[in-house]
């Protein structure tokens, strides 16, 4: 297969002295953090990525938003929150390399920790960047899961986060960025035409980042006692497991204690709707779940009944429709200048100009 492959570029016109395609190796990832944390940028697998469009294409083939040509993950985080050494190995780099040049725009500190790692023969890199303080030193030897820094938002940052990427480098010296979550589409990945940039899947099991949207915001102008107080409109493979989605609505904190939703509804921007059965209540400090594909419903948890995933993951519009027929709610996911909803209404701010996230390492 490697053949095939070094064969298909070098048909392209690709130099194949560039490449740097070996065998997959075995996954050896581990999570490079405590918990779970919305995820704003993802590996762009577009070839060549268009210049500043706003869009990425996920490891399973669906558009999304996001900085265009971004190599590897960004995980918007509070500041000093614990990064960990994604796998055994021995720091080559661990601090501040600022001052750094932002396209235009003078950064002073740029923290960043770059561990190497040897797989297989070869040798795999690990970046953690945007840092706030880092707690090892070049030379270290390191064990998986060990702390080895703390987020924060330094470099070339929107907001708070930490940018998680993997690298080999080729024959020249050059870096190949590595996608590890792979490839999971259908089609053949477009990277395969890029000489430096390559996916395959590396994580232990168990191990990978889930990757969901931030919940994005809604209009203020939201009125009543029931709120969408979370969204989940983008998660792997969207499309085969639609329960990756879901909208969370609750009753605000002065609200009665429970509230009927009987004949409530939820649609989205292409006018799906989702119709809450009989009965269906939401209690005062509990939050009571929508999830787009099929299951048993219960007090907190129902199910929309949908084959596929209802939600854009380029955006859309999250509208909470009452018994009556008014609108209750608008909530928007996507970026602030995609204007999915059509309201051009303000939003409650949240969570801060636009998903953190970064130019890339």
């Given at each position: 297969?490697?053949?095939?492959?070094?064969?298909?570029?070098?048909?392209?016109?690709?130099?194949?002295?560039?490449?740097?395609?070996?065998?997959?190796?075995?996954?050896?990832?581990?999570?490079?953090?405590?918990?779970?944390?919305?995820?704003?940028?993802?590996?762009?697998?577009?070839?060549?990525?268009?210049?500043?469009?706003?869009?990425?294409?996920?490891?399973?083939?669906?558009?999304?938003?996001?900085?265009?040509?971004?190599?590897?993950?960004?995980?918007?985080?509070?500041?000093?929150?614990?990064?960990?050494?994604?796998?055994?190995?021995?720091?080559?780099?661990?601090?501040?390399?600022?001052?750094?040049?932002?396209?235009?725009?003078?950064?002073?500190?740029?923290?960043?920790?770059?561990?190497?790692?040897?797989?297989?023969?070869?040798?795999?890199?690990?970046?953690?960047?945007?840092?706030?303080?880092?707690?090892?030193?070049?030379?270290?030897?390191?064990?998986?899961?060990?702390?080895?820094?703390?987020?924060?938002?330094?470099?070339?940052?929107?907001?708070?986060?930490?940018?998680?990427?993997?690298?080999?480098?080729?024959?020249?010296?050059?870096?190949?960025?590595?996608?590890?979550?792979?490839?999971?589409?259908?089609?053949?990945?477009?990277?395969?035409?890029?000489?430096?940039?390559?996916?395959?899947?590396?994580?232990?099991?168990?191990?990978?980042?889930?990757?969901?949207?931030?919940?994005?915001?809604?209009?203020?102008?939201?009125?009543?006692?029931?709120?969408?107080?979370?969204?989940?409109?983008?998660?792997?493979?969207?499309?085969?497991?639609?329960?990756?989605?879901?909208?969370?609505?609750?009753?605000?904190?002065?609200?009665?204690?429970?509230?009927?939703?009987?004949?409530?509804?939820?649609?989205?921007?292409?006018?799906?709707?989702?119709?809450?059965?009989?009965?269906?209540?939401?209690?005062?400090?509990?939050?009571?779940?929508?999830?787009?594909?099929?299951g048993v419903d219960g007090p907190d948890t129902l199910f929309w009944g949908r084959a596929a995933g209802v939600w854009n993951d380029e955006g859309d519009c999250v509208e909470?429709?009452?018994?009556?027929?008014?609108?209750?709610?608008?909530?928007?996911?996507?970026?602030?200048?995609?204007?999915?909803?059509?309201?051009?209404?303000?939003?409650?701010?949240?969570?801060?100009?636009?998903p953190p996230r970064d130019g890339g390492w």
């Open positions: 297969m490697v053949i095939a492959v070094l064969a298909a570029l070098a048909a392209d016109g690709l130099p194949e002295a560039a490449l740097r395609y070996t065998s997959p190796a075995t996954p050896f990832l581990h999570r490079p953090f405590q918990g779970d944390f919305p995820n704003s940028g993802v590996f762009d697998h577009r070839a060549p990525p268009p210049v500043n469009d706003h869009r990425q294409l996920t490891a399973w083939g669906v558009r999304t938003w996001g900085k265009a040509g971004h190599a590897g993950y960004d995980f918007p985080m509070r500041e000093g929150t614990a990064v960990l050494a994604a796998a055994e190995g021995v720091v080559e780099e661990a601090g501040d390399v600022g001052p750094t040049n932002c396209g235009g725009r003078p950064v002073e500190h740029d923290i960043r920790v770059r561990l190497r790692h040897e797989v297989d023969g070869r040798a795999i890199h690990t970046a953690y960047l945007h840092l706030s303080s880092v707690v090892v030193k070049a030379g270290d030897r390191v064990a998986a899961g060990q702390v080895v820094a703390h987020s924060g938002n330094t470099g070339c940052s929107s907001g708070p986060h930490l940018h998680f990427g993997v690298f080999e480098l080729n024959e020249r010296g050059r870096p190949v960025a590595i996608d590890p979550y792979g490839w999971d589409a259908d089609t053949p990945d477009p990277t395969l035409r890029l000489p430096l940039r390559h996916a395959e899947w590396m994580w232990l099991d168990g191990e990978a980042p889930l990757l969901f949207r931030p919940s994005g915001r809604s209009t203020a102008d939201a009125r009543g006692d029931v709120r969408i107080t979370g969204f989940r409109g983008m998660g792997w493979q969207d499309g085969r497991y639609p329960n990756n989605e879901f909208v969370m609505v609750g009753v605000r904190t002065a609200g009665p204690r429970r509230v009927d939703l009987s004949g409530w509804r939820i649609r989205n921007r292409a006018g799906l709707v989702y119709t809450f059965p009989e009965g269906a209540r939401v209690h005062r400090g509990e939050g009571l779940r929508v999830y787009s594909g099929t909470l429709i009452d018994a009556r027929g008014d609108v209750v709610q608008v909530h928007h996911q996507g970026r602030r200048e995609d204007d999915w909803c059509g309201t051009g209404a303000p939003s409650d701010g949240e969570p801060g100009p636009r």
